[in-house]
T-cell receptor
Framework: GENVEQHPSTLSVQEGDSAVIKCTYS??????FPWYKQELGKGPQLIID?????GEKKDQRIAVTLNKTAKHFSLHITETQPEDSAVYFC???????????FGKGTRLHILP | DGGITQSPKYLFRKEGQNVTLSCEQN?????MYWYRQDPGQGLRLIYY???????QKGDIAEGYSVSREKKESFPLTVTSAQKNPTAFYLC??????????????FGAGTRLSVL
């Protein structure tokens, strides 16, 4: 079955700097890669996603890149702000399956 | 307001007791999921259901049970057989789990602790 590895587990960046979180997946059939943000005491919320027919997608300060050959995808947050502090999860799924596989999460701290 | 409602927010279980966590959605989604979240473990799938009166085991189903008698409801029972139930439990739903995008919408979670 699919396995998703996420790094780093914890990341601290200075406010205004960029943050990058990386994930790898094992199933070459995976074709949909969402990213979720979880704030303290709340459920995860989708912030951006990418399908396998696209190499990069941007939405204001966040972007996701996908390398299908290497089976890895990354989340980029630019000009980080205090409200970006949260736990971020990457995930992968495919058309054959009715569930998605999550990475173990990255706790992002934005330092003042 | 459309969304997923989990209750209660906090729950305490005594030794040998079964407890039930509620999950209700008014999004008209067919698929519903239960996850367990432990520190450093990410989200682990307990059970999921694609249609009413049908559900499948996830990766860590032992010690848990579910029912899906109504489309909008998917309660999770943590039985006395679950020896380490302390965790944050998340319920999610999805409109199109086998479509191009399996977007899952999550509730706010229930934190279960053992007394």
């Amino acid at each position: 079955g699919e396995n998703v590895e996420q790094h780093p587990s914890t990341l601290s960046v200075q406010e205004g700097d960029s943050a990058v979180i990386k994930c790898t997946y094992s199933d070459s059939a995976s074709n949909y890669f969402p990213w979720y943000k979880q704030e303290l005491g709340k459920g995860p919320q989708l912030i951006i996603d990418i399908r396998s027919n696209v190499g990069e997608k941007k939405d204001q300060r966040i972007a996701v890149t996908l390398n299908k050959t290497a089976k890895h995808f990354s989340l980029h947050i630019t000009e980080t702000q205090p409200e970006d502090s949260a736990v971020y999860f990457c995930a992968a799924s495919n058309y054959r399956d009715d569930k998605i596989i999550f990475g173990k999460g990255t706790r992002l701290h934005i330092l003042p | 307001d459309g969304g997923i409602t989990q209750s209660p927010k906090y729950l305490f279980r005594k030794e040998g007791q079964n407890v039930t966590l509620s999950c209700e959605q008014n999004l008209n989604h067919d698929a519903m999921y239960w996850y367990r979240q432990d520190p450093g473990q990410g989200l682990r799938l307990i059970y999921y259901s694609q249609i009413v009166n049908d559900f499948q085991k996830g990766d860590i189903a032992e010690g848990y049970s579910v029912s899906r008698e109504k489309k909008e409801s998917f309660p999770l029972t943590v039985t006395s057989a679950q020896k380490n139930p302390t965790a944050f439990y998340l319920c999610a739903s999805s409109k199109d789990p086998t479509g191009a995008k399996n977007i899952q919408y999550f509730g706010a979670g229930t934190r279960l602790s053992v007394l």
